[in-house]
Nanobody, 115 residues
Framework: QVQLVESGGGLVQAGGSLRLSCAAS????????MGWYRQAPGKQRELVATISSGGSTNYVDSVKGRFTISRDNAKNTVYLQMNSLKPEDTAVYYCNTKRGYIDQWGQGTQVTVSS
């Protein structure tokens, strides 16, 4: 099992930027894909971005061109750089990885974008 700890959330005005970090425990971080999800009040959790072990990235259409996912394998950390934030980006953001078929989640970090 891996432990994931997110940080970097906060309150920001529309058009602003935030960088989320997710630190993972354990070994073999570089061997696994990582992802960021978000859940807004009253809505289902949705996938925001993923990064493979090889560094390939994918994004949900609503964040393409504004968000960038990256990883630092030496620090066992994955990042989500969020630019041009919109009020609809307001949500709790969760870090995710899988071990086998089991999802591993962090505790989440709140991002609030004011208009």
């Amino acid at each position: 099992q891996v432990q994931l700890v997110e940080s970097g959330g906060g309150l920001v005005q529309a058009g602003g930027s935030l960088r989320l970090s997710c630190a993972a425990s354990g070994n073999s971080f570089s061997s696994y894909a990582m992802g960021w999800y978000r859940q807004a009040p009253g809505k289902q959790r949705e996938l925001v971005a993923t990064i493979s072990s090889g560094g390939s990235t994918n994004y949900v259409d609503s964040v393409k061109g504004r968000f960038t996912i990256s990883r630092d394998n030496a620090k066992n950390t994955v990042y989500l750089q969020m630019n041009s934030l919109k009020p609809e980006d307001t949500a709790v953001y969760y870090c995710n990885t899988k071990r086998g078929y089991i999802d591993q989640w962090g505790q989440g970090t709140q991002v609030t974008v004011s208009s």
